[in-house]
């Protein structure tokens, strides 16, 4: 049974920083894995999509990678803003079905 | 991008009341929607997949007949709560993917905040 675990659970950081979040699974026969942004009582806008044969993709500040043989992915965040404060969702598509299987998230807080 | 909306964003019904979300994908057909309920700072988990012209496929622990879904369009989808009760507050989110763009990418809804008093 796949399963997706984020590391850290929370992040908080100042303004103008790098940083990097973790998502984990535990099966590597996915056809894809996607990263999303949740505002708080909102629902979810797609980040990023990597397919099962790519390596990593880029928007903007924007950088996500893929391992599938060791079974992880890095969202990585460039000059961090107040306004990407949120959580960040990593959910894996293992085929066809279009089901995802979601990852807990992080929280992140950008401090002015 | 595609376009998945929910309606209502937030509903407060009593407790034996029954309470229909909608989803709906603005600029294209969707065969296959999701269902999904997010509890307060826990992740999404997967309640159903909903199938246009057919039977909704329910995942285990999902009461079929306490969340309805009918997906009689192929831009429609509704997730029924019926005999709601407190403990069925929670967020609940659609989403759908584009058959027309290789339903590679899930887009989803603003999500229902559902409250049961």
């Known amino acids: 049974k796949q399963e997706v675990t984020q590391i850290p659970a929370a992040l908080s950081v100042p303004e103008g920083e790098n940083l990097v979040l973790n998502c984990s699974f535990t099966?590597?026969?996915?056809?894809?894995l996607q990263w999303f942004r949740q505002d708080p009582g909102k629902g979810l806008t797609s980040l990023l999509l990597?397919?099962?044969?790519?390596r990593e993709q880029t928007s903007g500040r924007l950088n996500a990678s893929l391992d599938k043989s060791s079974g992880r992915s890095t969202l990585y965040i460039a000059a961090s803003q107040p306004g990407d404060s949120a959580t960040y969702l990593c959910a894996v598509r293992m085929d066809s079905s279009y089901k995802l299987i979601f990852g807990s998230g992080t929280r992140l807080l950008v401090r002015p | 991008g595609a376009v998945v909306s929910q309606h209502p964003s937030r509903v407060i019904c009593k407790s034996g009341t029954s309470v229909k979300i909608e989803c709906r994908s603005l600029?294209?057909?969707?065969?296959?929607m999701f269902w999904y309920r997010q509890f307060p700072k826990k992740s999404l988990m997967l309640m159903a997949t909903s199938n246009e012209g057919s039977k909704a496929t329910y995942e285990q622990g999902v009461e079929k007949d306490k969340f309805l879904i009918n997906h009689a369009s192929l831009t429609l989808s509704t997730l029924t709560v019926t005999s709601a009760h407190p403990e069925d507050s929670s967020f609940y989110i659609c989403?759908?993917?584009?058959?027309?763009?290789?339903?590679?990418?899930?887009?989803f809804g603003q999500g229902t905040r559902l409250t049961v008093v």
């Open positions: 989403s759908a993917s584009r058959p027309d763009r290789g339903n590679t990418e899930a887009f």
């Open positions: 099966d590597s026969a996915i056809y894809n």
């Open positions: 600029d294209f057909q969707a065969t296959t």
């Open positions: 990597i397919q099962s044969s790519q």
